[in-house]
């Protein structure tokens, strides 16, 4: 190798050092990442303009050896601290390393907030006859290598959040983490909430499913994206519930309700006990809505699909709309009923279904 190849070489060797030991002692977020793509994208082509003679054609050798091998040192750092690895995803390696954290207590109140922040793992809440709270977590790290991977489980931090909040007990469990190390980690929440008390739920994840068994609560607040929602007897003054690439299904009873996906379906059943409006949206697939055609129940519907039918079927509907693909209707005396529900439906190529 000639002298001004080992000189080259040589800064190469010194980029990757020193950009190993830097990238990797701090987090590379996105906006770092461009920094230094865009300073060593300078850095080179302005060593070319001005660089050009004979007496500096080393310092050139230099320089663009350095910022090669920092680019180098940033790729490989990236990846090792969760950046690059959502893009080239066979980096990441395989979950190699897991535990279980819990946290438990006493709840003193009749009310209980659950609010609980996520990501790429099931969301699991339901009820037993224990006047506590259990919830326990499941962390699993991913790594090139089992030493990598148990420091990123190292690297993980859990915490709850236990405290009064205008008459109820509020938990909060949240993380550490970034959005651009979340592709290191799969989280798996169970909690566990007393039957008797009245849950109001916060619950924010990605790319995972959040499923709820025997809730009476006040609000019900749950948002996911590429998961399933399913929701098992479920009572509550307000319920909202939002996803994406996932289906909603399950038993749901709430005076104010809107449910909206996306390349998901609706299968709901509404016991509608109590008077109420649910707005229920989504699209490329089907909505299929159970309620009761019961005497003290009225009902009044506005449900539209495009490439596919709407059917509804219940007794004593006046038509005001009544196309194949959209259908407007009420209960005849709706307003004398007991119970008066209002449904608004809109999905696209998929059907929609009401009936008993």
């Not at 000639?2 to 906006?31: E, K, P, Y």
Request: with cysteine; proline share 2%; net charge negative.
């Amino acid at each position: 190798m000639s002298d001004n190849g080992r000189l080259g070489f040589g800064g190469v060797l010194v980029g990757l050092g020193l950009g190993w030991i830097i990238f990797n002692a701090i987090n590379v977020t996105s906006g770092l990442f461009s920094w230094v793509m865009i300073l060593s994208g300078s850095v080179l082509i302005l060593s070319t303009l001005f660089f050009r003679g004979r007496e500096t054609r080393n310092v050139k050798r230099l320089s663009n050896g350095l910022m090669i091998g920092l680019l180098v040192s940033l790729l490989v750092a990236s990846g090792n601290n969760n950046f690059v690895g959502p893009v080239f995803s066979a980096d990441l390696g395989a979950y190699r390393a897991q535990e279980t954290r819990s946290f438990s207590g006493a709840l003193t109140t009749g009310r209980v907030l659950l609010d609980v922040n996520s990501f790429n793992g099931l969301i699991t809440v339901s009820t037993w006859d224990r006047q506590e709270y259990s919830i326990t977590v499941l962390v699993k790290a991913r790594g090139v290598t089992d030493a990598d991977a148990e420091k990123n489980l190292d690297r993980f931090e859990l915490d709850l959040d236990e405290g009064p909040l205008g008459g109820r007990t509020r938990l909060v469990l949240g993380h550490n983490t970034p959005q651009s190390w979340t592709s290191k980690y799969s989280l798996q929440v169970e909690a566990r909430l007393p039957t008797g008390a009245t849950v109001d739920l916060d619950l924010d994840s990605s790319n995972g499913a959040i499923s709820l068994t025997d809730i009476r609560g006040g609000a019900v607040d749950l948002r996911t994206s590429n998961g399933r929602v399913d929701l098992d007897h479920v009572t509550a003054g307000r319920a909202e519930v939002s996803t994406s690439n996932g289906d909603v299904e399950g038993v749901l009873d709430a005076p104010d309700a809107r449910v909206d996906t996306s390349n998901g379906g609706i299968e709901l059943r509404l016991p509608c006990t109590v008077s109420g409006r649910y707005v229920l949206r989504t699209s490329n697939a089907a909505v299929d809505i159970t309620v009761p055609d019961l005497s003290g129940v009225g009902y009044d519907v506005d449900a539209s699909t495009s490439n596919a039918y709407v059917e509804i079927d219940l007794d004593g509907l006046v038509y005001s709309l009544n196309q194949k693909n959209s259908k407007e209707a009420r209960t005849e005396g709706f307003v004398d009923r007991d119970v008066r529900i209002t449904l608004e439906i809109e999905t696209s190529n998929g059907g929609v279904k009401v009936g008993p």
